[in-house]
């Protein structure tokens, strides 16, 4: 059954979407086409090596969805490696980028202009990604449809969207700062066990 039927015959219109059906996701996509319109965020897996026979590639998703006005935001990679070169002796360096989860946004949705509450939501679904740049853009910018909260409510929101944290966070923090971001992503790397055979993002970069 098409996407677009099932939210029809339920009357239900996704604000965020998660595809991950074993390769046909672009199936999922063409078949969906005025619900990933009505939607503000797809979380979508794709696929960068032929892992199932005959199917689409993240090239052919990405040109799917910019074709459409969908804005890529990032990557959760996976890397599989060769079982024969393991060594628990070694670091997490290396492996083949074989598949991802896409975080994309509707940046056609959003330029026709959203109500406050579709705003909101989108605010609200881009901090649970940990999008937080984009995010408080949203809820800052002078002319946009948040621009209509009073004072208090944004810096509630503000506040919520940038909850203190942890003490032990805050150390790790300020130590970090002392490392470029090539330094403390390789200081990741060096921290992946040499044997294990993926190598998984733990949040989207």
Not at 67 to 76: F, P
Not at 91 to 100: I, K, P, R, S, V
Not at 131 to 148: I, K, T, W
Not at 169 to 196: E, F
Request: aromatic share 6%; glycine share 8%; hydrophobic share 45%.
């Amino acid at each position: 059954m098409p996407l677009d039927q099932a939210c029809r015959d339920e009357d239900v219109w996704p604000d965020c979407l998660k595809l991950d059906v074993e390769g046909a996701e672009l199936q999922v996509l063409e078949g969906g086409e005025r619900a990933a319109a009505k939607a503000l965020v797809l979380d979508v897996e794709v696929e960068f090596a032929p892992l199932r026979a005959g199917q689409p590639l993240f090239a052919d998703v990405d040109a799917h969805l910019r074709g459409r006005g969908w804005s890529l935001l990032g990557v959760r990679r996976v890397h599989w490696r060769r079982s024969a070169g393991l060594d628990p002796r070694g670091t997490g360096y290396g492996g083949q980028l074989t598949q991802a989860d896409a975080l994309y946004y509707n940046a056609a949705l959003v330029r026709a202009g959203l109500s406050q509450v579709m705003a909101l939501k989108l605010v609200l679904i881009l901090a649970a990604y940990r999008q937080l740049d984009l995010a408080l853009e949203h809820v800052r910018a002078p002319r946009g449809p948040l621009s209509g909260l009073e004072g208090a409510e944004r810096r509630e929101l503000e506040r919520l969207l940038l909850e203190r944290p942890s003490a032990v966070t805050r150390l790790l923090k300020r130590v970090s700062r002392r490392l470029d971001s090539a330094r403390r992503r390789a200081l990741v790397d060096v921290l992946q066990p040499g044997d294990a055979q993926t190598w998984q993002d733990s949040h989207f970069f």
